[in-house]
């Protein structure tokens, strides 16, 4: 099987760097469905564009590519340890190449193996099978919607959506708490995997293997059939859209299966997966290694960009950094602010250690980029930001706001909302957190005209450092003010609202 490793490389590439042709095509009806001028009309257009720009530039759609899950098919006697082998050397491979970010970090010690090995990662799952060829899968799915994943056991009582027992009227309940608790932070539009029973382990396995299911397929079984249509249909119904910021789309897709259950148990597990929702798949000839055929891959997209321009939303701010604190009192939810000037990326390493030591970087007046980029030195040893989308702020909420009061902080960046702790300190300080749209890692990349230092790169890895940028009309959108209004509690307040009418019929 000579050539393997280049067929697993490309499976990879592809997988990171083009979305299948099933999501394709449930975002484009996502954009159709929405309102133009709104919030989520701008958010859908920026992620349509970045999806146009990653497959031009063969570059990570998302700068998070997740935890590599591969389901691989062999037939009797094809020698799966070789398998193996190849699998983690196309990962080294993809990641020194950009394609793949490291993100693969000690457990216990927190370094970063930098290549996206060690242990449990890659995750491979073999199977024997009839067939005559090797089926190779592969998923893409990021830590922001991993988080949102959700396990119920049944019966329950769930906020909003009241009691939940053993029956697909339970089942409907905590699937539909599972899109909501979700709000934005996951990146919605979403694609959820389900199962009903199994153990608390095989639960959440066949959940997220439901995720190879196509977009589009109806399934066999009529009552789950039903159930899964029944859950898209009332999901779009709960006003939560695309990033959180309210719409009519907040769910793409919802694929049910089940497993067997012990008499005591009973699981509905829950695999959250965001609209970039990346899997492929290749048929490989056994004697060969050679890719026979691609599975979900679109060979020729059509352009889902229905133009370059985003579009505005009436109230649209240029600023510059530092910020004033005039600069941030002016906006109010519902702003588009884009940014022009020095800004600097901060994650959970970074929020962790400004609680107990001084900024390597003057903060006062800053924007704090809740980022973890994708980042490769080009020949003349120049930092080039391959992928810099958003990651989900709410992690930073027991940090942000003694940080935004130390070192006066004016703009928070990220995706998903932060808590009532930083909406507050917003208010005191003078600043405003800003929605970037998460997963436009190559739309923001392009916004980065610089990367002029990084800090605490040994100590933390590429995703947790300190990068220190010069970016050029990066847009965002003002979700949290610095008079009190957030528009996260408003969309989560009013969704659940609808939640608890939903399912009260
Ligand atoms: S699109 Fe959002 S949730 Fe998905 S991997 Fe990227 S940052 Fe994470």
Known sequence: ???????????????????????????????????????????????????????????????????????????????????????????????????????????????????????????????????????????????????????????????????????????????????????????????????????????????KMQLFRDVDDTNPNPALAELEERIVRDSNSLGVGTMGFGGGVTLLGCKIGALNRLPASFFVSVAYNCWAFRRLGVRIDPRTGAITRWIFRDAAPERMAESEEIPKTGREFALTTPLSESDVRQLRVGDVVRLTGPMVTGRDAIHKHLTTHDSPVDLNGAALYHCGPVMLKDENGRWQVKAAGPTTSIREEPYQADILRRFHVRAVIGKGGMGAKTLAALRDVGAVYLNAIGGAAQFYAEKITEVTGVDFLEEFGVPEAMWRLNVRDFVAVVTMDSHGGSLHADVESASGEKLELVAAR
């Open 1 to 207: 099987m000579e050539q393997l490793d280049d067929s697993l490389l490309q499976l990879i590439t592809e997988t990171a760097t083009n979305l299948p042709a099933d999501v394709r095509k449930a975002l484009r009806r996502a954009k159709h469905a929405e309102r133009a001028g709104t919030q989520a009309d701008q958010a859908l257009a920026i992620i349509t564009l970045n999806v146009d720009m990653a497959s031009d530039r063969v570059s990570p759609i998302c700068q998070d590519t997740g935890m590599p899950t591969f389901v691989i098919h062999t037939p009797v006697g094809v020698d799966q340890m070789a398998i193996r082998r190849s699998v983690l050397g196309a990962v080294e491979e993809a990641t020194r190449r950009g394609k793949l970010r490291p993100n693969s970090v000690d457990s216990v010690t927190g370094v970063n193996s930098g290549l996206n090995l060690g242990p449990g990662t890659p995750v491979v799952h073999f199977e024997q099978w009839e067939k005559n060829e090797i089926e190779a899968l592969l998923i893409l799915k990021g830590g922001g919607c991993e988080n949102k994943n959700a396990q119920y056991s049944l019966p329950a009582e769930l906020e909003h959506v009241g009691r939940a027992g053993r029956d697909l009227e339970g089942v409907y309940r905590c699937v539909m708490h599972a899109v909501w608790q979700a709000q934005g932070q996951g990146c919605s539009a979403g694609f959820l995997g389900v199962c009903i029973g199994g153990d608390r382990t095989s639960g959440y396995d066949h959940a």
